[in-house]
Structures are given as C-alpha cells and as structure tokens.
C-alpha cells in the first residue's frame, strides 16, 4: 500500500485577508502561519518523499515541516493561475463571475488557467505519484489544485471540499495504483 499526504501549504497574509492568490502572487508564509506549522510539526508523519510545489508559501511549509529533507519541487503542482482576479478579496472575484465560467477562450482572455491545462498538470502529478515506490509521500501544494487532484482520483459521490491551510487529504493506493481509502480535509492535530 501507498499513502499519499495532500497537504496545503501554512497560512500566508493575503489568506488571513481572505484575498484570492494563484500563482501569479508568490506570497511567503505570515508569522501566524509559521507558528501554527512549528506547532503542528511534531505530529506530521515522517514521509519517505516530499513533493512540493516551487512557489514560496509551499516550498517554506516544506522547509519547515521537513527540515534536512530531501524535497523534490514539481512547478506542476503549483496553485491555478487566477489572472486578473489575483489579490482581490475572494468575495469580490466571486461576485465578478469569473470563478464560475467554463468558456476557456473567456478565461484566457482574462489570464486565468483554463481546467483543461490543470488537469493536465494534475494527470503528470499522479503519474509522478504512481512511478514513486515508496510507502508514504507528502505532496504540499495548494487548495484550488489540491481539488482537481481529488477530482481525478477520487469518484463523484465523496464529497470535496477546499482544504483548510496545513490540513491533508490522506489517499491509500493499492499495488495497482489505485484508490482503496480516503480521509478527506484532516488536521495533523488530530492525530495527537
């Protein structure tokens, strides 16, 4: 069996101000998010191999989480790129109907990653995933791209939801790669 760790990065200023970040914004963790990381860092499991996302939230919850670790950094697994909503306030971005469109040639027109190309970033992720050997492996990257993993791994009747900052989704595969069990959206506190 293989257990996979979907973990979202610690919480950063701009998601204490409630304000929509993608990739485009390569925001560092607030001191509030280091500190709840220091604290959770003794219950977090200790993974065989880390895969973490290159934008800085990520890779410094990887770094604080994993010090001395070998960390390998997929720009694949980088939050979706919101265009022209990043750095507005969530409420905002969502009243303006963007969030909600499907028309790739709108989305484009506006800078924001259409779900085709995401999920062909989530695809290269599971197939990195499958290839990997080991028993138990953190992913660390983001909510938004965090969700279209579980849409692809998972089926439709499990319910998603976007993770809370430094929570996990934990996937349990088979040797054939695929998906025996799932704990959706778990604090590592839980654990103690």
């Known amino acids: 069996m293989k257990e996979v760790f979907f973990m979202r990065h610690g ?50 919850t990887a770094e604080i989480l994993f010090p001395n670790q070998n960390v390998i950094y997929l720009p694949q697994l980088r939050e979706k790129c919101w265009g022209v909503l990043e750095g507005q306030p969530i409420e905002d971005a969502r009243k303006s109907g963007l969030m909600r469109i499907e028309d790739e040639n709108i989305l484009k027109q506006n800078g924001i990653e259409t779900p085709s190309s995401i999920l062909v970033r989530a695809n290269q992720v599971i197939q990195q995933i499958n290839q990997i050997s080991s028993q138990k492996i953190v992913v660390v990257s983001h909510g938004g791209f965090i969700n279209y993993l579980m849409r692809i791994l998972l089926p439709e009747n499990i319910k998603r939801e976007v993770l809370s900052n430094a929570h996990y989704h934990k996937i349990v595969f088979d040797q054939n790669e695929r998906v025996i069990g799932a704990r959706m959206n778990q604090s590592w506190l839980e654990n103690c």
């Open 11 to 60: 919480l950063t200023k701009e998601n204490e101000l409630a304000l929509l970040i993608g990739s485009n914004i390569d925001a560092s963790l607030s001191e509030k998010g280091r500190e709840e990381l220091k604290i959770i860092k003794e219950y977090i499991i200790k993974p065989d191999i880390i895969l973490c996302s290159d934008l800085k939230r990520a890779f410094e």
